[in-house]
Antibody, heavy 118, light 111 residues
Framework: ELVESGGGLAQPGGSLRLSCAAS????????MSWVRQSPGKGLEWVAN????????YYLDSLKGRFTISRDNAENSLYLQMNSLRADDTAVYYC?????????????WGQGTQVTVSS | VVMTQSPLSLPVTLGQAASISCRSS???????????LNWYQQRPGQSPRRLIY???NRDSGVPDRFSGSGSGTDFTLKISRVEAEDVGVYYC?????????FGQGTKVEIK
């Protein structure tokens, strides 16, 4: 199970930190992701992080503003979002980074709403 | 990689078949030889759920009325007999090239 928290209303230029608590599977063995969904842009794969946290990938347009990280001791995933813009408004999902290798690898949380507005 | 789906809206009669097309702007064969083309279902008010991985493999618990096919840049999701619980939006997604990308979605509704 994946449970996100930390969403809410932020001002343009502000920051938010999303958290995701993982349970029921071997978190330390999985690549993890953040995916967002907005009416304007649909589903976007935001960032991936490898099991030990040493390798990350980002959507090009987000580089330098968003940082994905993890704490394997706490079975937790994070997304630090800085310099927020109105077009960052979306539901943010925590997910396993399932590119399609194996059955049952894909798991998503219920999502947390982020709204950027003054 | 741009993923283009059609149609964007698909009204279907219960018990009838439905077919969704997905075209990628580049080939999706990975250096491993696998083609990471997946299909997701998003029911109203729910998170996306993966149905199909590597073009044609069903995920655990997915009914066998769902099937995937295709190769190269053209892929298809078929529902053999649509049931009421199949209402929602269906997305193709490629995991071959970073950033992984989704199609714009096809809304399946009951006529």
């Amino acid at each position: 199970e994946l449970v996100e928290s930390g969403g809410g209303l932020a001002q343009p230029g502000g920051s938010l930190r999303l958290s995701c608590a993982a349970s029921g599977f071997s978190f330390t063995a999985y690549w993890m992701s953040w995916v967002r969904q907005s009416p304007g842009k649909g589903l976007e794969w935001v960032a991936n992080i490898n099991p030990v946290g040493s390798e990350t990938y980002y959507l090009d347009s987000l580089k330098g503003r968003f940082t994905i990280s993890r704490d394997n001791a706490e079975n937790s995933l994070y997304l630090q979002m800085n310099s927020l813009r109105a077009d960052d408004t979306a539901v943010y999902y925590c997910a396993t980074a399932a590119r399609g290798d194996n059955a049952g690898e894909a798991s998503w949380g219920q999502g947390t709403q982020v709204t950027v507005s003054s | 990689v741009v993923m283009t789906q059609s149609p964007l809206s698909l009204p279907v009669t219960l018990g009838q078949a439905a077919s969704i097309s997905c075209r990628s702007s580049q080939g999706l064969v990975h250096s491993t030889g696998n083609t990471f083309l997946n299909w997701y279902q998003q029911r109203p008010g729910q998170s996306p759920r993966r149905l199909i991985y590597k073009i044609s493999n069903r995920d655990s618990g997915v009914p066998d009325r769902f099937s995937g096919s295709g190769s190269g840049t053209d892929f298809t999701l078929k529902i053999s007999r649509v049931e009421a619980e199949d209402v929602g939006v269906y997305y193709c997604m490629q995991g071959t090239h970073w950033p992984w990308t989704f199609g714009q979605g096809t809304k399946v509704e009951i006529k």
